[in-house]
């Protein structure tokens, strides 16, 4: 027992003096944490170490369904920026008065669609009313979790406008976040899955079989903010999320760059 408790006290202090760190190096402006949706992982990282060699600053991402990250900043997490996979987690933190005034921009666009798990899957016609239950054959559906992952609430609605959300919920497998439901059909547990375009490009041997039609779900978009407790730092970042170089790499990663 006093094992334990001698170990819990060590684990808080260490706890304790990294956020004391991670506070000052935030405070300095030498070290910018961002929270972003895990649908951005790459590019996120791509770009981050394009503006470290170019500011000598540190980049710290932390990457994850923009619910929980969303949460987690409400709860008093110490990020600068965040990015969220859709408007309604960013909704969230500016009611609660967890961003900084005047920094919210729409940055990113994406589409929705339906992978398979080998590259030589056939096609499926997304249409009203698609026999999705029957190309399932039995199987399992990848999707983020619908109840509150972006990734899975824009699969619901186009399913649901569709007409056969009710015919394939029961098969439905929710994942953490969309990478996960990408991962799920990669190896193999899943024989369909609805991810993002930029996550089907990265995907090991995925097809994409199918893209929903626009006007099936909400339009899928990137917001990006610095938080109310961001260092001096965070605003660089921001503009450079919006520059010339971090455009480049998201059109290369097949985002949509939004005009603001």
Same mark, same amino acid.
Request: net charge positive.
């Given at each position: 027992?006093?094992?334990?408790?001698?170990?819990?006290?060590?684990?808080?202090?260490?706890?304790?003096?990294?956020?004391?760190?991670?506070?000052?190096?935030?405070?300095? #402006?030498?070290?910018?944490? &961002?929270?972003?949706? =895990? *649908?951005?992982?790459?590019?996120?990282?791509?770009? @981050? !170490? $394009?503006?470290?060699?170019?500011?000598?600053?540190?980049?710290?991402?932390?990457?994850?369904?923009?619910?929980?990250?969303?949460?987690?900043?409400?709860?008093?997490?110490?990020?600068?920026?965040?990015?969220?996979?859709?408007?309604?987690?960013?909704?969230?933190?500016?009611?609660?008065?967890?961003?900084?005034?005047?920094?919210?921009?729409?940055?990113?666009?994406?589409?929705?669609?339906?992978?398979?798990?080998?590259?030589?899957?056939?096609?499926?016609?997304?249409?009203?009313?698609?026999?999705?239950?029957?190309?399932?054959? #039995?199987?399992?559906?990848? &999707?983020?979790?619908? =109840? *509150?992952?972006?990734?899975?609430?824009?699969?619901? @609605? !186009? $399913?649901?406008?569709?007409?056969?959300?009710?015919?394939?919920?029961?098969?439905?497998?929710?994942?953490?976040?969309?990478?996960?439901?990408?991962?799920?059909?990669?190896?193999?547990?899943?024989?369909?899955?609805?991810?993002?375009?930029?996550?089907?490009?990265?995907?090991?041997?995925?097809?994409?079989?199918?893209?929903?039609?626009?006007?099936?779900?909400?339009?899928?978009?990137?917001?990006?903010?610095?938080?109310?407790?961001?260092?001096?730092?965070?605003?660089?970042?921001?503009?450079?999320?919006?520059?010339?170089?971090?455009?480049?790499?998201?059109?290369?990663?097949?985002?949509?760059?939004?005009?603001?």
């Amino acid at each position: 027992m006093a094992k334990s408790l001698t170990r819990i006290m060590g684990l808080a202090l260490a706890g304790l003096l990294f956020a004391i760190a991670s506070g000052q190096a935030r405070d300095s #402006g030498k070290t910018i944490t &961002v929270f972003a949706a =895990a *649908s951005l992982t790459d590019s996120l990282k791509e770009i @981050a !170490a $394009l503006y470290e060699a170019g500011t000598g600053r540190t980049v710290t991402v932390s990457f994850g369904s923009s619910a929980i990250l969303a949460r987690q900043i409400d709860q008093g997490a110490p990020a600068d920026i965040f990015l969220s996979a859709d408007e309604a987690w960013m909704d969230f933190l500016q009611k609660e008065n967890r961003l900084a005034a005047g920094t919210r921009r729409n940055l990113l666009g994406n589409q929705l669609v339906l992978i398979a798990a080998h590259r030589n899957a056939a096609p499926v016609r997304i249409a009203p009313h698609f026999d999705l239950r029957g190309a399932l054959k #039995g199987g399992r559906l990848a &999707v983020a979790d619908p =109840a *509150s992952v972006p990734a899975g609430k824009y699969a619901r @609605a !186009a $399913l649901t406008h569709l007409g056969v959300w009710d015919s394939v919920a029961s098969q439905i497998v929710p994942a953490e976040n969309v990478r996960v439901a990408l991962e799920y059909v990669s190896r193999g547990e899943a024989p369909l899955g609805i991810v993002y375009a930029t996550d089907a490009k990265i995907g090991r041997d995925i097809a994409v079989v199918g893209v929903f039609p626009a006007n099936s779900h909400p339009p899928i978009v990137y917001p990006m903010a610095a938080t109310g407790t961001a260092g001096p730092g965070a605003r660089s970042f921001l503009a450079f999320l919006e520059g010339p170089k971090a455009r480049k790499v998201f059109e290369k990663d097949g985002f949509t760059v939004l005009g603001h």
